[in-house]
């Protein structure tokens, strides 16, 4: 950590990302992250193929930021386990002089990405603590990383849920939007709670009683986080109907609301 302290890693409760990093076939994982992870499984059968549609949105979502809409830094935040095709690997493939910043809350997952992050030449790949609760502290350490004078894209992939409705997960959004630019962007990825509604209501009772609380969202909810910017087209969609690509692996369902709007 940044202040000379190693914080303890938790292996009595799964881990949100080291249950992600499970479902895509990781290793850095504890007993506890792969029971929840299995429980998981057992409600929503679909889950490996959907957290790897969720990876396939990210990467095309990342391509068109660094690509045609020319943004040069990233905020991703709740990133997780490294692994493969990262924000800053699919960025710099694009643009090599991307900028990105990662902030996660679990000690594990900022010890592996610090041991594990190499970027291009021109570019930069940090990651820092955060927790999205405390927006201020967040934002606070990205204005020493990144420059906030321009467009930041701002990614919150599979995170939100993790927040509860009572600690108003609309404001701490609009929050971080204020804080960037215009021509900034917001990515966001979400499990829903109107598609295959039962089997994700079961999934999110069996993590929550393993873990963190887990709120799946409506697409109304989802379309919330949007509020005063430009939705790019397609607008909010499912998981696999944001400008899919011939590659990509299309399930029949997928049960997460996605997408992408700029700033004005």
């Avoid at 609760?133 to 990205?142: K, M, N, R, S, T």
Wanted: hydrophobic fraction near 40%; proline fraction near 8%.
């Amino acid at each position: 950590m940044e202040n000379g302290t190693r914080p303890r890693v938790d292996t009595s409760t799964a881990n949100p990302a080291r249950v992600y990093d499970y479902w895509l076939g990781g290793k850095d994982n504890f007993a506890v992250d792969r029971k929840a992870a299995h429980d998981a499984i057992a409600a929503n059968p679909g889950i490996i193929v959907e957290v790897r549609t969720n990876r396939a949105f990210l990467s095309r979502a990342v391509r068109h930021l660094a690509g045609p809409a020319g943004i040069r830094q990233f905020l991703d935040i709740g990133s997780g386990m490294p692994t493969a095709d990262n924000t800053h690997e699919v960025a710099q493939r694009v643009a090599p002089a991307s900028r990105v910043l990662y902030v996660d809350n679990d000690p594990m997952v900022l010890a592996h990405a610090r041991a594990r992050l190499t970027s291009s030449t021109e570019g930069t790949a940090a990651c820092i603590p955060g927790d999205l609760h405390d927006v201020a502290a967040i934002l606070e350490q990205a204005r020493a990383k990144l420059d906030f004078g321009q467009p930041v894209a701002v990614m919150m992939l599979m995170v939100l849920h993790q927040i509860s409705d009572q600690d108003q997960p609309h404001d701490l959004v609009a929050r971080l939007m204020d804080a960037v630019p215009s021509g900034s962007y917001l990515v966001i990825s979400h499990p829903a709670s109107d598609i295959s509604a039962q089997s994700m209501a079961d999934m999110a009772e069996l993590l929550t009683q393993s873990g963190p609380p887990m709120t799946p969202r409506s697409y109304t909810d989802v379309s919330r986080f949007f509020n005063g910017l430009d939705l790019l087209a397609p607008g909010v969609v499912a998981l696999s109907d944001w400008r899919p690509e011939a590659t990509d692996v299309r399930p029949a369902v997928a049960p997460g609301w996605c997408g992408v709007a700029r700033k004005p």
